[in-house]
């Protein structure tokens, strides 16, 4: 297949075509749905599902160190593309950008598998080297029903590592007390060619359920605040299928499945990403009320990623770069998990205890390219086996009801880690291969983790104290190990020298709740052992990285508020910010946040709502250049900015919402700190110039539910 033919398969319609087309079926399925739902009147009010007419513009936090949403609700700025960008509106979370999707999140300063990113109870771990497609990026959120977060070593129960914290995308089973069904539906247009598309539906009675839940989205290149064209446009689709069965109250049998593919442009890289194919399979059994045990859970998953990225199928060839020519690569993860666990509930103490496991396998093959025979494309070459990674983990955590006040909550795990290096040779900085000094060696550690934590409820006011002390022991993860082109000083190689990360951390706050008054405040400080830091330079033009452990120290903290001026005007205000240090090099932490606050304001009327979102960004001036992690580096201090947008909601119908926004109304030009460097194929000058994100947007979405 030639250049000219690659480029043709991904031809879409013009701008200005798509925007027609978009708001030509919302408003189509706005009417069309509105017209139904006025000749279909429900025979109880248990089918009527009020639609909430709010867009979310912050989460709040919901418990000590915990937050819990529904990935459903529209929010601003404009509805998630994927994990990350819902993730960023979670006091806490940043995200790495890279341009319109596909970012990396990014908690408390912590990247990577500090944090444990779990979706329906399974991890789909991405393939690329250099994270392209992030373990975020194949997670639709709106097709899942619920949103956990856990910050800080606080949790033992859902995986090895998680020293920053835990994430849980969740489906609920069904529940079907008689023969019905359910739907939840919507779509979304909006500016730079935006449109989504989504449909969740569920059909089912008493002895078990059929569910499906499936996106389609898009967006083109959007425009800076200055006008101009940022490449990054992108294009995803999942669908996923669960059938279950539930013979009664207290047992449930769900098998699942999904695939979803898609592709993207970046900036910010010198290649793009053509193909993010996705395979998932899952089984779960729970059982509630087992004599002594009060629930069991079993489950198994298997997850594959199978990811192209080249430089001519979204782009043409930079001649000034180290890709002149056509190039593609073509990687996949094969990743089998599972996990049994065992619940009791006694009088004073809950207790959950059980076993998990998981095998990752990665390979790789690549295209080629000579004068002679031209281009010849990765499915012509054989697959190469680089990594297999296991994991066995034993975990237990409970809760102390010490009195009606008083909890203690703490648990304990331990990790069997090992991974196997099968490269017979590495590629170096010249493209060429030399063999790798590590062939066919394996590698394991035994890592224990724990935690405690003590709450306590205060007789004087509706609030919340607590303070929790963590242990983290996080096994280096693929990235770590394979992706750096440089040992540490004095070892063959990254596989060879990388020593495991330990993270100690306390963590202090309280929570407060009236009927007016939500406030919360959060706190952390922690002292990092072998923290695994990249770091990046140039030698004859070439890009090098080396991957190596520092002593670090962390602290921070969140705040939050949300307050009812009176029934109908709300405010709400969210702060949060990160500080590290590599004591070893006497630097700063590279990749930090800066502070960031969010403040809202909101009106709600019966069935109408209008709010405003302002956003200011700190400036950063605390930078180690040409340090950071496989993704991203300190490319230099970046300026403070304030972001302002406006957003409204109306529910039509008992069944039916709308929710319109401008996101950026000032057309602010500027780019996010933690952020990629604009790539010379589309421009962008040698000297590292973060990528701009996107100027004044408009997005209209409707959801339907019956």
């Given at each position: 297949m030639t250049t000219m033919q690659h480029a043709n398969r991904f031809t879409r319609p013009p701008v200005s075509l798509r925007w027609q087309t978009a708001f030509a079926l919302l408003f189509t399925s706005l009417g069309a749905t509105a017209q139904s739902h006025e000749g279909h009147d429900h025979e109880s009010s248990n089918d009527v599902l009020q639609l909430a007419p709010v867009v979310v513009t912050a989460v709040q936090q919901s418990s000590p160190l915990t937050i819990v949403a529904d990935p459903k609700d529209a929010r601003q700025p404009v509805p998630a593309s994927d994990a990350t960008d819902y993730l960023k509106t979670i006091p806490g979370f940043s995200a790495i950008r890279s341009g319109g999707s596909n970012g990396d999140p990014v908690l408390r300063g912590m990247f990577g598998s500090r944090i444990n990113l779990l979706a329906n109870g399974g991890q789909m771990i991405g393939a690329c080297p250099n994270r392209m497609d992030a373990p975020s990026s194949y997670i639709a959120p709106e097709t899942y029903d619920r949103l956990t977060v856990i910050k800080g070593p606080q949790s033992v129960r859902w995986g090895p590592g998680a020293s920053a914290g835990t994430v849980l995308f969740e489906r609920e089973p069904e529940r079907f007390e008689e023969p019905g069904s359910r739907v939840h539906a919507s779509v979304l247009g909006g500016s730079n060619g935006r449109f989504d598309k989504l449909l969740d539906a569920a059909i089912g009675n008493q002895n078990g359920y059929l569910r499906f839940a499936g996106n389609d989205a898009q967006s083109d290149d959007y425009e800076d605040g200055n006008g101009d064209t940022v490449p990054s446009r992108w294009s995803k689709w999942n669908g996923d299928i669960a059938a279950g069965w539930t013979p009664d109250a207290d047992t449930l049998l769900e098998f699942s499945a999904g695939k979803g593919d898609g592709e993207a442009r970046y900036a910010g890289r010198g290649m793009d990403g053509t193909q993010f194919a996705r395979e998932s399979l899952g089984l779960r059994f729970e059982k509630l009320n087992l004599g002594q045990v009060s629930k069991l859970e079993a489950q198994v998953y298997y997850n594959y990623a199978d990811h192209i990225m080249d430089n001519f199928r979204l782009r043409s060839p930079d001649p000034t770069s180290m890709m002149p020519m056509p190039m593609a690569s073509q990687v996949d993860r094969r990743t089998l998990g599972g996990r049994l666990a065992l619940s009791f509930d006694w009088d004073a103490v809950e207790l959950v205890s059980g076993i998990d496991a998981q095998r990752s396998e990665h390979r790789a093959r690549r295209s080629s390219y000579s004068m002679m025979t031209g281009y010849t494309d990765a499915d012509e070459f054989a697959w190469e086996k680089d990594a297999v990674m296991h994991?066995?983990?034993?975990?237990?955590?409970?809760?102390?009801?010490q009195s009606d006040l008083t909890r203690w909550i703490g648990g304990a795990r331990l990790d069997r880690a090992s991974v196997k290096d099968y490269r017979?040779?590495?590629?170096n900085m010249m493209g060429m291969t030399t063999p790798n000094p590590t062939a066919g060696q394996s590698r394991s550690d035994t890592l224990p983790s724990g935690f405690v934590r003590y709450e306590q409820d205060l007789t004087a006011m509706p609030?919340?104290?607590?303070?929790g002390l963590g242990h983290?022991?996080?096994?280096?993860d693929y990235w770590e190990l394979f992706s750096a082109s440089l040992a540490p000083t004095g070892e063959l190689n990254a596989f060879d020298g990388i020593e495991p990360e330990k993270t100690t951390q306390l963590d202090v706050g309280i929570q407060y709740q009236?009927?007016?008054l939500q406030a919360w405040a959060s706190a952390y400080a922690g002292q990092v052992d072998d923290f695994i830091l990249f770091r990046y330079s140039t030698m004859m033009g070439m890009r090098r990285s080396q991957a190596y452990n520092v002593d670090a120290r962390i602290a921070g903290g969140e705040l939050g508020v949300a307050y009812d001026l009176t029934s109908n005007w709300k405010t709400d205000a969210t702060l949060a910010y990160a500080w590290g240090e590599n004591r070893s090099d006497g630097q700063p932490l590279p990749q930090m946040p800066p502070l960031e606050a969010r403040l809202g304001l909101s009106y709600e009327q019966n069935d109408w709502s209008a709010g405003a979102l302002w956003r200011l960004v700190?400036?950063?001036?605390?930078?180690?250049?040409?340090?950071?992690?496989?993704?991203g580096q300190d490319i230099g201090s970046s300026a403070?900015?304030?972001?302002?947008?406006l957003n409204g909601?109306?529910?039509?119908?008992?069944?039916?919402?709308?929710?319109?926004?401008?996101d950026n109304l000032f057309d602010k030009a500027y780019a996010e700190h933690l952020n990629l460097a604009g790539n010379s194929a589309f421009g962008f000058p040698a000297d590292p110039v973060a990528i701009n994100e996107p100027g004044r947007s408009l997005w209209a979405k409707v959801d339907f539910d019956f």
């Open positions: 994991n066995y983990g034993l975990f237990s955590e409970a809760t102390w009801h017979v040779g590495i590629r609030a919340t104290v607590y303070a983290a022991e996080r096994f280096p009236d009927a007016r700190r400036a950063q001036n605390r930078v180690d250049e040409g340090a950071g992690n496989v993704v403070g900015f304030g972001v302002f947008s909601a109306w529910r039509m119908t008992e069944q039916v919402k709308l929710s319109v926004g401008v």
